[in-house]
């Protein structure tokens, strides 16, 4: 009982920690594969400096899966707030082809942590 009642202390003081540094990082994950920093070189995803405003499918030196290098949208809040919260489905409703496909899984990163990621974008430039 004593094990478990440590391991369930330890287990939650993790999700706090977690959850601590993901607020004050807003883009922790986004990390994996992106980069933030001007001409830093791409990752599995493109380089997001400056991102906000640009036309999608033009960071210099990124293989863009089809769809982004035809349908090119502009980053703006809306268009970034529906990307960071499920990328396959905005890709489809962007381009407006239910068949598009993109490389980035879904993010679920939605509502306020949307707009926090969306704020920190803006910054770039």
Same mark, same amino acid.
């Given at each position: 009982? +004593?094990?478990?009642?440590?391991?369930?202390?330890? /287990?939650?003081?993790? /999700?706090? &920690?977690?959850?601590?540094?993901? @607020?004050?990082?807003?883009?922790? +994950?986004? +990390?994996?594969?992106?980069?933030?920093?001007?001409?830093?070189?791409?990752?599995?995803?493109?380089?997001?400096?400056?991102?906000?405003?640009?036309?999608?499918?033009?960071?210099?030196?990124?293989?863009?899966?089809?769809?982004?290098?035809? #349908? @090119?949208?502009? &980053?703006?809040?809306? #268009? /970034?707030?529906? &990307?960071?919260?499920?990328?396959?489905?905005? @890709?489809?409703?962007?381009?407006?082809?239910?068949? @598009?496909?993109?490389?980035?899984?879904?993010?679920? +990163?939605?509502?306020?942590?949307?707009?926090?990621?969306?704020?920190? /974008?803006?910054?770039? #430039?």
């Amino acid at each position: 009982m +004593k094990t478990l009642m440590l391991m369930m202390a330890t /287990l939650g003081m993790m /999700l706090a &920690w977690t959850g601590e540094s993901q @607020a004050a990082d807003p883009v922790a +994950k986004c +990390k994996v594969c992106h980069t933030f920093d001007k001409g830093a070189p791409n990752k599995t995803g493109p380089n997001l400096f400056g991102v906000f405003g640009r036309k999608a499918g033009m960071a210099e030196g990124f293989n863009y899966s089809p769809v982004m290098k035809t #349908h @090119a949208w502009t &980053w703006d809040e809306e #268009h /970034l707030r529906k &990307w960071v919260c499920n990328s396959p489905e905005a @890709a489809k409703e962007f381009s407006g082809d239910s068949s @598009a496909r993109v490389r980035m899984p879904p993010q679920r +990163k939605c509502g306020a942590d949307a707009d926090a990621i969306i704020a920190f /974008l803006k910054t770039l #430039h």
